[in-house]
Each structure stands twice: as C-alpha cells, then as structure tokens.
C-alpha cells in the first residue's frame, strides 16, 4: 500500500495524523527518531513528509519511505551545494537546473527512507543515470520522480511500491477536521 498526497503546508502535520487515522483503528502516538523522523508507535504503518515554499507532499505506506519534494527555482544560488557532487554528477547536470534539483530530491528522499541525515549521507551518495549509489554501491530502494505542479520535483523512495505512483489531492471527507 502507497498513498501520497500533495495539498496545501497548512497544518500540513493535522493532515497527516488524519490520513494516518483512516487505516489505523483507536488511537496511536508519531513519535520521532533521533534525527527527527517521524514515525507511528507500535505500527506498521510509514510515513514521510516534506514541503517547500506553500505546497506539502507527504506518503503513507506499508513499507519504509521516504519522499522530498522542491520547486525548480532559477534565483536560488546553488553554486555551493554543486561544489558537494561528484564529478559524473556534474558532468551529467551540466547546467542543467531541472537535473540539479532531481540529483537532490532523490538524495533527499534516500536519505529520509533511511533515517539519516544530510550532514552525514550527503557526500557518500552519487546519483547518475537514474541510479543512486552510496559509497559506490547501488542502493537497493526503488526511485520514482514524479512532477505533482508545474515547476515542482517530488522523489519517492522505498520498495516496489513506489514504480507507478501517482499524487494524489489531499481532502478531508465527511466527519474529519482539522481542528
């Protein structure tokens, strides 16, 4: 199971916990790892978050996941993040600002899929050619680039699931409330 959805970041985190309450029955806890990630106590029930800007995305799943979503911004000053790719990775974006920003999306999602951190993953992982690699060695998720608006870049990573899924709007159905 694979549910994604994008919808507006406000009270983007109410959202979840209701999307979270549509599969699980009684009441549940969403704790937080050591390095922030949320996850529902006691269930196998996944969940990853990300916003940019006035949009959310976020996937609940039967699986480990993890998502990122960015807008392709021409005005932001990427020069310093380049400076931390490998050197196919800049000869494969070549300038190339819809590239850039799927090189880090798909890091992004990796990382959150893992539990890590930026700090610590950012410079192990290499994405060239559609693949990703982590200390030079493929890394065994699925990978799923998707483009929810125009202008936004949303990665998706976990298992099988993530081959062919599709964003969906969130909306709130009879009964639920974001208060």
């Known amino acids: 199971m694979l549910e994604i959805y994008i919808t507006a970041n406000k ?44 949009t959310a995305v976020f996937a609940l799943s039967d699986k480990p996941v993890g998502i990122d979503l960015e807008f392709i911004d021409c005005k932001r000053k990427i020069e310093s993040v380049l400076l931390r790719f490998t050197d196919r990775e800049l000869s494969e974006i070549n300038g190339n600002l819809p590239l850039f920003y799927e090189n880090w999306v798909v890091k992004e999602a990796y990382i959150k899929l893992i539990c890590g ?46 081959f062919n899924s599709k964003i969906k709007r969130f909306r709130l159905r009879k009964g639920e409330s974001l208060k």
Not at 36 to 46: A, N, Q, T
Not at 128 to 147: E, F, P, Q, S
């Open 11 to 54: 009270s983007v985190h109410k959202k979840v916990k209701i999307a979270i309450a549509r599969h699980i029955c009684g009441s549940f806890a969403i704790n937080f790892n050591e390095n922030g990630k949320p996850y529902v106590e006691g269930d196998p029930l996944f969940f990853s978050i990300t916003h940019s800007k006035d």
């Open 117 to 162: 951190t930026i700090a610590h993953y950012f410079k192990q992982l290499e994405y060239v050619g559609k693949l990703l690699y982590c200390d030079g060695k493929n890394v065994d998720c699925n990978i799923n680039v998707l483009y929810p608006e125009n202008g936004v870049i949303c990665a998706i990573c976990g298992g099988l699931q993530c």
